[in-house]
C-alpha cells in the first residue's frame, strides 16, 4: 500500500521529526501479560494497514504513506513501573516531546505503566495518523483482543486517496472543480499577503491539568442543558469563553476553535478508518449578553456553522493548497495567536468496561501537543458516568497559574449555573 499524504495530514506530519503527539490513557485493573499484549498489537496491525506505514518522499518532496509487506514493523512497548496515578500525566508530557521516526514506522506505540493489581496504557499517536474518532477505534480493538487474542475485530479497508472520500459525480463537477480553485487561488494569496513574525513564540514548559465532574454533577448538567434545550458542548464553549475573558481580561480574544467529527458529513469515512482530518469552526460571547443567554445564541450559531459545513469542497479547497503549505504552517507557527483555545468533546464513549480478563477503571480524555501555534486546549469526554477533562498548554502562551485560575472559574460557573435550574425551553 501506498498513497499521498492529504493536506491536512501534510500540516500535522511537518518535516518528520518534530512530534506532533496524541496521548490517550487507560487505566486497567487485572493482569494481563507482555506476550498478550504484543500479541494484541500485531492483530491490530493487521487490521490496519497504516499502523505498518511509514512516510517516504518522492522526487517532488511530497510525502507518502507506505507499507512495505516485506518490512516488518512492530509496534514499541514501553514497561515502566507503576506508583500513582501521578506516573500517567508525567509519562503523558514525556510522549508529548518524543518525536517518532516516522520514516522508519510505526507511527503508534505503548506505554506500558505496570503495577500488581493496576496498569495505565498510554497509547501515544502520531496526529498525522488519526483523530480521536479513529484512537477512539483502536483502543476498542486494542481492549477487545487483550482480553481475548483471538477476537473478530474485523478488516479495515484504508482510505487511499481522495476518490475514497469525496463522491465521484462531485470530484468530476467542473463548476465545483472550479470553485475549489479559485477558494484555494484567493486563499493562497492571503497568505502570501500576510505578515509573519520571523520567530515563532517560545512554548517553554508544557503542561497537563486534569480532573473529573462526577456523576452526579454531570446528571445535573445534563438536565440542565436539557432544560435550556442546548448541548453540553455549547455550554462548555460558552464557560470557556467567559473564563479566558475573567481571567486573562485583555489578553483574551473571545474565540473557541471547536474540531468537528467528519464522519457526522461523510458516510463514506467509517468508524473505524484511520484518518486524520477534520473540520473545525469558531464561536465567540456576545458583550451584552448574560451566560445563559449567551449559551443560547452560541447554540444556535453553532446549529448555523454546522449546517453551512460543507466537507467535499473543503477537502477540494485544500488540496489545491498544497503549494503553500509550507506558507500555511509557518502563518500557524509564527502567526499571532488570535484564538483562546480549542475546545474538543468526544463525547459518551461507548466502550465496554467489563471483560472476562480485567475492568477497565477509566479512559482519560487524550491530549494532544503541537508545533502550530497556541498549544492551549480542553478535551472532555465521558466514560462510565464520570466526565473526564484534560487541559493542556504551555508557558509561553499562557502562565500555569492562569491556567489553574481557568480550571477553577470554569469549575465554579458550572456550580454557579446548575443552582439557577433554568425553566425547560
Same mark, same amino acid.
Given at each position: ?40 498489537? #500485531? %492483530? ?59 520514516? %522508519? ?5 505503548? #506505554? ?59 470530484? $468530476? ?22 505578515? #509573519? ?5 517560545? %512554548? ?121 503549505? $509550507? ?31 480485567? $475492568? ?66
Amino acid at each position: 500500500m501506498k498513497r499521498k499524504l492529504l493536506f491536512g495530514e501534510r500540516m500535522l506530519h511537518g518535516d518528520g521529526n518534530t512530534p506532533f503527539n496524541s496521548v490517550i490513557p487507560v487505566k486497567i485493573r487485572g493482569d494481563f501479560s507482555a506476550a498478550v499484549l504484543n500479541h494484541a498489537l #500485531v %492483530r491490530l496491525q493487521q487490521k490496519h494497514p497504516l499502523l505498518n506505514a511509514f512516510i517516504e518522499s518522492d522526487e517532488t518532496n511530497r510525502p507518502w504513506f507506505a507499507v512495505d509487506k516485506n518490512r516488518s514493523v512492530r509496534i514499541p512497548v514501553r514497561v515502566i513501573p507503576r506508583y500513582s496515578d501521578l506516573d500517567r500525566e508525567t509519562e503523558t508530557v514525556k510522549e508529548w516531546l518524543t518525536p517518532f521516526d516516522t520514516a %522508519r514506522g510505526p507511527m503508534m506505540r505503548i #506505554v506500558w505503566l505496570k503495577g500488581d493489581q493496576v496498569s495505565d496504557l498510554l497509547m501515544v499517536i502520531h496526529h498525522c495518523l488519526c483523530d480521536g474518532g479513529s484512537a477512539m477505534s483502536i483502543l476498542a480493538a486494542l481492549l477487545e483482543l487483550l482480553d481475548d487474542g483471538d477476537a473478530d475485530i474485523g478488516q479495515e479497508s484504508p482510505i487511499k486517496g481522495m476518490t475514497d472520500i469525496v463522491p465521484a459525480d462531485i470530484l $468530476e463537477d467542473k463548476g465545483k472543480v472550479m470553485k475549489a480553485r479559485v477558494i484555494g487561488y484567493v486563499a493562497a494569496l492571503a497568505l502570501w499577503a500576510f505578515p #509573519v513574525n520571523r520567530k515563532a513564540v517560545d %512554548r517553554q514548559k508544557d503542561f497537563l491539568m486534569h480532573w473529573f465532574i462526577e456523576p452526579d454533577q454531570l446528571a445535573a448538567l445534563s438536565g440542565f442543558c436539557k432544560n435550556l434545550g442546548v448541548t453540553i458542548n455549547t455550554f462548555f464553549c460558552t464557560a470557556l469563553l467567559q473564563a479566558f475573558k475573567e481571567v486573562r481580561k485583555d489578553k483574551a480574544h473571545n474565540k473557541v476553535s471547536c474540531p468537528v467529527d467528519i464522519r457526522r458529513f461523510n458516510p463514506r469515512i467509517k468508524r473505524d478508518h484511520i484518518f486524520a482530518f477534520g473540520l473545525m469552526f469558531v464561536v465567540s460571547t456576545y458583550p451584552k449578553l448574560n451566560f445563559l443567554d449567551n449559551v443560547k445564541a452560541i447554540h444556535k450559531d453553532i446549529r448555523e456553522k454546522m449546517s453551512k459545513l460543507n466537507p467535499y469542497l473543503l477537502m477540494m479547497v485544500l488540496e489545491n493548497a498544497h503549494p503553500v503549505l $509550507e506558507k500555511f504552517t509557518r502563518f500557524l507557527k509564527y502567526g499571532k495567536s488570535s484564538n483562546d483555545c480549542m475546545f474538543s468533546n468526544l463525547g459518551n464513549l461507548t466502550i465496554p468496561y467489563q471483560y472476562d480478563t480485567f $475492568e477497565v477503571e477509566m479512559i482519560y480524555s487524550p491530549s494532544v501537543i503541537g508545533p502550530l501555534g497556541n498549544t492551549t486546549s480542553l478535551v472532555i469526554s465521558t466514560y462510565r458516568g464520570r466526565m473526564s477533562l484534560s487541559l493542556v498548554g504551555s508557558e509561553g502562551y499562557m502562565p500555569y497559574a492562569d491556567a489553574q485560575a481557568i480550571q477553577n472559574k470554569l469549575m465554579s460557573i458550572l456550580e454557579e449555573q446548575l443552582i439557577t435550574r433554568p425553566e425547560p425551553a
